[in-house]
């Protein structure tokens, strides 16, 4: 099995009486892992690794997991809880993972298999429930009552935090925003889409990274990443700020709807369309009408622990007291 060192801190032990919890975040493309110290007085990273994700390969993903659980524990020498990312979700019906576009792990019952396999029970979470958990906890929007995190990137998702806890919802998708419609829809957004989910229009369709550089490249530039687009706006591209400008609107329309529904404190936006710096400053000028409200107090953000928010979260799934 491949490992990689990132550059992450030199591995620490855990201080004694420290508990140790590790997250995982199992992407299309890699598996990470951080090892997280809690004590009393705070929490620290004491190692970090990642290796690729075992594509199309289901028992290779699972195995690959445990290697990475057992190079880390043997590295740190301690055993710890086991919180893990996951895209999609696990149906509350059957058990086995759904929704996700890793289809590999699609209807498997991965949480079964990752117990047998750690010997130890384990926590799984759609990854944005893990992001939004992790910047509730101690990052862009920490200390707010309720939490909207936003993921904006080659997909978009969304999860809800409420006093410090996910809200999972009765069939396991609450914070799925990105496969509804996008609200407002006129001929201005453009010619109808087909989303992979089967379902018209959805907001994904819109606002995720590679929706936003198609309809830059399709009102005439060129195909390039979303951050680039948004500096030739800066630098006065006039199409780069027409595309631009599309997108926040879109944005503020998708967001006020989860304002009327879930009226976050804060919102945190996470995924790579996040970096772009001008969503925070411009978005929440423009979503004032279609939010049900004369006042609005709700802070927009961009998320403290960049990347590392989703696996931050995914070992924060298990309590510093080692409690779920
Ligand atoms: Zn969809």
Known sequence: MPQSRTKSPATRRPAAGQSLRLGIDLGGTKIEIPALGAAPAG????????????RED????????????????????GKGTVGIGIPGSISPATGLIRNGNSTWLNDKPLKQDLEARLGRPVQLANDANCFALSEAADGAAAGAASVFGVILGTGVGGGIVIGGRIVTGANGIA?????????????????????????????????????????????????????????????????????????????????????????PDVIVLGGGVSNI???????????????FSDRIATRLVTAKHGDSSGVRGAARLWGADGAA
């Open 43 to 54: 929490e620290r990273e004491l190692l970090r690794r990642r290796t690729p994700t075992p």
């Open 58 to 77: 289901y028992a290779g993903t699972v195995e690959a997991i445990g290697a990475l659980v057992a190079a880390a524990e043997k590295e740190i020498g």
């Open 175 to 263: 914070g799925e925003w990105g496969h509804s419609p996008l609200p407002g829809r006129s001929a201005a957004d453009g010619p109808p889409r087909r989303c992979w989910c089967g379902r018209p229009d959805c907001i994904e369709t819109f606002l995720s990274g590679p929706a936003f550089e198609r309809d830059y490249a399709a009102a005439g530039g060129v195909r390039i990443r979303a951050h680039e687009i948004a500096q030739r706006a800066e630098q006065g591209d006039a199409t780069a700020r027409a595309a631009l400008a599309r997108y926040e609107e879109q944005l503020a329309r998708a967001l006020a709807m989860v304002m009327n529904l879930v009226d």
């Open 277 to 291: 710096a001008a969503l925070p400053r411009d978005v929440p000028k423009l979503w004032g009408p279609h939010v």
